[in-house]
């Protein structure tokens, strides 16, 4: 926090903007707007249902509008983000679509244009692409675009841990037919809870107003021809992410500079870092390490326990983990990739050899992996990359990382 959040959330309050209208959520409109270079953005009550509404637009432009009580995407599969958090693909199943999860590559741990042109020779019919950049690294654009194209597919743009980062120069939340981005409490910007949904179409753009204040028709009484939701971002929430968002570039190279540290620090363990191509900037909003298949210890993981076997030289993520905790440092495991969620045990995954489920199908999985996600999630751990983090603090975790391989 900076103090200008208290400054717009207090205006609001002084004006009486205590609503899901005013000032604060026309100005960050105009600013998401003005900083990505989209044409429209909806401030909306979170990243989850911007996501919704992304999914249930391209649902209707795809296959028309549903009967009350039906999905928009009832019946249709969707190509998804495998390594992703869950409220990327959840919006799928909440129009009646099954999501078909697509695994990731090593380079920038997003979705493999590989994998995701196989899923096409496999499912021809499909039409939807919901694809996220993980952690603040942008996908391979360009190939996966193209493939999109070629397919005649729309693409849904999940930039929720994204914002500011740049492939090739462009910003990530304008590559999507529909895009979003959040504001919840744990990203680069935060006002507690929001989001929003871009767009360069302002039809869509209505649309998305339209049913985010409860599809009201212009009428003297509530009049509702379609089903409606309450997704407007309040006024208050918008103050917040009025005050943090001149602060974005700021964060951003705090970010770097403890991506950086981690990785010229930790050079000469057998670990890498979260990479990403070199045309591209990311957000750096997590710094993630993985560590090399032959410094792996043995570790098992089930539903929702983790074992491991301490080695001399090796280590795993879980080894890690908890030396952080012990030190009271917070560090987390890679999100566990959709294909291995129970929720979704049932949902197709296809692999860069267009190779169904594979092993880690199974609960209970074991370090060594057949496909990336499940590898990536076995070997990788999110590293403590608070921007307030203090030098002596980031030293510390440095510090207890390299004990752990001793
Ligand atoms: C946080 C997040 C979301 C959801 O955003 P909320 O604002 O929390 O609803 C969606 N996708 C990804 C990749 C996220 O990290």
């Known amino acids: 926090m900076h103090g200008d959040e208290r400054k717009w959330t207090d205006d609001a309050i002084r004006k009486n903007w205590v609503s899901t209208v005013g000032e604060n959520i026309n100005e960050i409109e105009r600013m998401i707007a003005a900083k990505t270079g989209r044409q429209y953005t909806e401030a909306l009550s979170s990243g989850t249902a911007a996501l919704h ?11 028309g509008q549903p009967k009350v009580g039906h999905g928009a995407l009832e019946g249709r599969r969707v190509f998804c983000s495998d390594m992703t958090f ?5 919006p799928v199943a909440y129009e009646g679509g099954e999501a078909v999860f697509i695994d990731s590559e090593y380079d920038t741990w997003n979705m493999n244009p590989d994998a995701l042109e196989k899923a096409f020779e496999i499912y021809p019919d499909v039409r939807l692409v919901v694809l996220a950049h993980l952690y603040g690294t942008p996908a391979k654009m360009s190939e996966l675009q193209a493939i999109c194209k070629k397919h005649d597919a729309l693409m849904v743009e999940d930039a929720a841990e994204s914002f ?3 492939y090739r120069g462009q910003q990530t939340g304008t590559f999507g037919d529909v895009s979003i981005l959040s504001f919840n409490g744990n990203k680069i910007i935060t006002g507690s809870s929001g989001g929003t949904l871009l767009t360069d179409s302002e039809v869509d753009a209505h649309k998305v107003r339209k049913w985010s204040t409860q599809s ?3 009428a003297p009484w509530y009049q509702h021809e379609e089903l409606g939701y309450n997704y407007r971002m309040s006024n208050i929430i918008a103050g917040i992410v009025r005050g943090q968002l001149p602060y974005l570039e700021e964060h951003i190279s705090q970010k770097k500079a403890i991506y950086e540290r981690y990785r010229d620090e930790l050079e000469d363990l057998p670990v890498k870092m979260n990479s990403f191509n070199p045309d591209d900037t990311p957000n750096y909003w997590l710094s993630c390490l993985i560590i090399d298949p032959n410094a792996m210890c043995r570790q098992v993981r089930s539903g929702n326990e983790a074992l491991y ?3 001399p030289g090796k280590s795993c993520p879980t080894e ?6 012990a030190f009271n440092a917070e560090g987390r495991p890679i999100w566990k990739p959709m294909h291995m969620q129970p929720v979704y045990r049932m949902n197709p995954f296809i692999t860069r050899d267009g190779n169904g489920r594979g092993r880690s199908n199974a609960y209970i999985q074991e370090s060594a992996a057949p496909d990336v996600g499940a590898d990536i999630f076995s070997r990788g751990l999110c590293l403590p990359s608070d921007n307030k983090m203090t030098d002596q603090e980031q030293e510390n975790v440095i510090r207890i990382i390299r004990a752990c391989f001793r």
């Not at 509404?53 to 296959?63: I, P, Q």
């Not at 869950?86 to 959840?90: P, Q």
């Open 53 to 63: 509404l992304a999914v249930k637009l391209c649902g209707e432009k795809l296959y």
């Open 86 to 90: 869950d409220a990327t693909v959840n």
């Open 164 to 166: 500011g980062a740049t």
């Open 216 to 218: 009201r028709e212009d």
């Open 309 to 311: 076997i301490s080695e």
């Open 320 to 325: 890690i983990l908890e030396a952080l905790a």
